[in-house]
């Protein structure tokens, strides 16, 4: 199996690739188009800010690519919101996959949030096996309000989206790579997907 981790200077890729390692896959680090799309699995990470991110990705073409893809994808934190419509976070226009806008917590809220966290109303094969209430390593100031694509929710003020999907395309807010078992376990769902 062909897993591409897309490299466009925005990820927290060490982590990623070692939790696949763990999983007895390996994983490419890859910004190049063709080997991208010629993935089994492509995963879309990212840390850091969103208007800086997407810059990134237009400047390598990939915003036109990612959204094209028909293999299953992952983005995770950073990379499941560049996948919404937009980001307050500098007024961001996002890849459009999903149909929800990002938007910041409130100041009533720490922020970001920073830890740990449940996770609920499990709705997808990315959650086989995972029970409800189970926590999740979480680490952002913005977040995707609850919609139809929601599938898994948690609770920081509000409940709000803590993983979408749209037919091919998986996101989740939290890390599953620093979530420890159950995280693995939902990276490994992911793969086998």
């Known amino acids: 199996m062909k897993i591409v981790i897309i490299n466009y200077g925005a990820g927290n890729i060490q982590s990623i690739m070692f939790a696949i390692e763990r999983l007895g896959f390996k994983a490419v680090l890859s910004n190049n188009q063709e080997e991208i799309k ?13 208007s800086s991110a997407m ?14 893809l028909k293999q299953p994808v992952l983005g995770i934190c950073l990379g499941m919101q560049l996948m919404c419509k937009s980001s307050e976070e500098g007024d961001t226009k996002g890849l459009g996959i999903f149909d929800v806008d990002v938007i910041k917590f409130t100041s ?18 990315l959650f086989k096996g995972i029970p409800e209430n189970e926590f999740m390593y979480l680490v952002h100031s913005f977040y995707a ?11 920081y003020e509000l ?10 395309f998986y996101g989740t807010q939290f890390h599953p790579e620093k979530s420890g078992a159950v995280g693995e376990k ?4 992911f793969l086998k997907i």
């Open 159 to 168: 409940e709000y989206a803590s993983a979408l999907q749209k037919g091919n």
């Open 186 to 189: 939902i990276l490994d769902n």
């Open 55 to 68: 810059k990134k990705l237009k400047e390598s073409g990939l915003d036109s690519l990612i959204p094209t």
């Open 38 to 50: 010629s993935a089994d699995k492509v995963i879309f990470p990212g840390v850091g800010e969103a």
């Open 145 to 155: 309000p609850n919609c139809v694509e929601a599938i898994a929710t948690t609770n």
């Open 108 to 125: 009533k809220v720490k922020v970001p949030q920073m830890g740990w966290n449940q996770i609920y109303d499990l709705k997808s094969d």
